[in-house]
C-alpha cells in the first residue's frame, strides 16, 4: 500500500437540488458496488468482515487517523486495497446516478439486514415523503436552526432526505443527530453524513436503555478540519436522545 492511501479522497455527493424525479427503487445501482466487494470476499473473508472493513476505512480515512487504517488494511493484500477503493469509487457514482445515498441499498443487497433488529430501510419513496412532511411548516421568513434526529437511523436515510429539503430552504440551517444500536449501521449514518454535507452527530446507542458506545462528531463545513472526530469516551453524553 502506499502511505498516503489512508487519505480519503472521498467528495460530497453531488446532487442536484430540486430534483422532483422519483428516487430509485432496487438494487441494480449498487451491484457494481458488490461486483468488487464480492471479489475480496472470494480470497477467503466473510461477506460482513469485507463490507465493515471497507465502511471503517472510510471512516479512518476521513478522520485522518492513519494507525486505525493500517489496523484494518493490515490482511489485505495491495490488489485487494485498489479493489476496495475501487468499490468506493463505484458507490460514489452510484450515489450521483441516483441522487441519494446508496450505502444502505448495498448493505440491504449483502444481505446483511438482522431481523432481530428490524434492520429493513424504509424505501426512498417513503423515506424523501416523510421528510417532506415533517419538514412541510418550516418557517422560513427569519433566519432559524432546526435540530432533527433519528433514534433508530439504520443508514441515515431519512435524515439524508430532511438535509436535502433544508439545504434548499433559503434562512434555514440543520444540525442533524443519528443513532444506532448496531455499530455499522452508525458506521453508515456517518459516512453519509460527510457525503452528503450533514452536520451534527451520530451515536452508537441503545435508544431504548440509553447506553451511549461511540459517537461522532461531523462538521461538513470547514475545510481543513477532518469532517469527522471521534468523540472521545469522555465526552459521550449519557443519553443523547430524550
Ligand atoms: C427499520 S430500520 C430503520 C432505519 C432508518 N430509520 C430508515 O428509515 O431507513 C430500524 C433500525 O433500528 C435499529 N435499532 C433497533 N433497535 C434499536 C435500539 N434499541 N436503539 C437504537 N437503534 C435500534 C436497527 O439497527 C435498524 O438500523
Known amino acids: 500500500m502506499s502511505e498516503n492511501n489512508y487519505k480519503s479522497d ?18 441494480r445501482h449498487v451491484q457494481p458496488v458488490a461486483e468488487h466487494l464480492e471479489e475480496i470476499q472470494n480470497k477467503g473473508y466473510s461477506t460482513y468482515e469485507v463490507f465493515s472493513d471497507w465502511v471503517d476505512m472510510q471512516l479512518y480515512s476521513l478522520q485522518a487517523n492513519e494507525k486505525g487504517y493500517s ?17 468506493f469509487g463505484e458507490l460514489q457514482f452510484s450515489m450521483n446516478q441516483i441522487q441519494t445515498e446508496a450505502i444502505g441499498d448495498l448493505y440491504e ?3 446483511m439486514s438482522s431481523d432481530d433488529l428490524g434492520q429493513h430501510f424504509t424505501p426512498h419513496t417513503v423515506a424523501k415523503s416523510m421528510a417532506q412532511m415533517q419538514l412541510s411548516s418550516l418557517n422560513t ?15 441515515g436515510r431519512f435524515l439524508i432526505w430532511s438535509a436535502r429539503i433544508i439545504q434548499d430552504t433559503k434562512n434555514v ?5 443519528a443513532q444506532d444500536k448496531d455499530s455499522l449501521c452508525a458506521k453508515m449514518s456517518a459516512l453519509n453524513f460527510v457525503l452528503f454535507g450533514l452536520n451534527g452527530d451520530v451515536y452508537h446507542a441503545d435508544t431504548l436503555t440509553n447506553e451511549v458506545f461511540a459517537g ?3 462538521n461538513s463545513d470547514d475545510e481543513n478540519a477532518p469532517r469527522i472526530t471521534e468523540i472521545p469516551e469522555s465526552g459521550l453524553p449519557e443519553s443523547h436522545i430524550e
Open 109 to 111: 443487497l449483502l444481505g
Open 71 to 87: 489496523e484494518v488494511i493490515d490482511k489485505y493484500s495491495d490488489e485487494d486495497i485498489n479493489t476496495f477503493a475501487q468499490a
Open 216 to 218: 461522532w462528531r461531523i
Open 10 to 27: 472521498a467528495q460530497p455527493c453531488n446532487y442536484e437540488t430540486n430534483s422532483e424525479e422519483l428516487p430509485p427503487t432496487g438494487y
Open 141 to 155: 421568513k427569519k433566519k432559524d436552526s432546526v435540530r432533527i434526529a433519528d433514534p433508530a437511523s439504520g443508514s
Open 173 to 177: 440551517e440543520g444540525v442533524f443527530f
